[in-house]
């Protein structure tokens, strides 16, 4: 079983920088790829953005240019930089990683429990 840490939530103002972290332990053998999601309040979740074991990332077309994403390997660790934060921003934001416990290719998916980020204006 996997799990994963979250840290770094909270109350920003507008305009301002966040920085999630997000540390994977337990039963890993390699890790397919790293994300973070949100869910707005009364919205779905959606993806924030993503980065694969070549550290090729992805973005929602939202925080292009605003968000980064990083992994640490040797830690099992994604990070997440956003900057110049506006309040629809405002979401739980949920780490997700996609992982093998062995040399076969069957893959498990694990995710955080969630941290708080709210953007005021």
């Known amino acids: 079983h996997v799990q994963l840490a979250e840290s770094g939530g909270g109350l920003v103002q507008a305009g301002g920088s966040l920085r999630l972290s997000c540390t994977a332990s337990?039963?890993?053998?390699?890790?397919?790829?790293m994300a973070w999601y949100r869910q707005p309040p009364g919205k779905q979740r959606e993806l924030v953005a993503s980065?694969?074991?070549?550290?090729?990332?992805n973005y929602a077309d939202s925080v292009k240019g605003r968000f980064t994403i990083s992994r640490d390997s040797a830690k099992n660790t994604v990070l997440l930089q956003g900057n110049s934060l506006k309040p629809e921003d405002t979401a739980v934001y949920y780490c997700?990683?996609?992982?093998?416990?062995?040399?076969?290719?069957?893959?498990?998916?694990?995710w955080g429990q969630g941290t708080q980020v709210t953007v005021s204006s």
């Open positions: 997700y990683v996609i992982y093998r416990i062995d040399v076969s290719v069957r893959t498990f998916a694990s």
């Open positions: 337990g039963n890993i053998y390699s890790i397919n790829s």
């Open positions: 980065i694969i074991s070549d550290g090729t990332p």
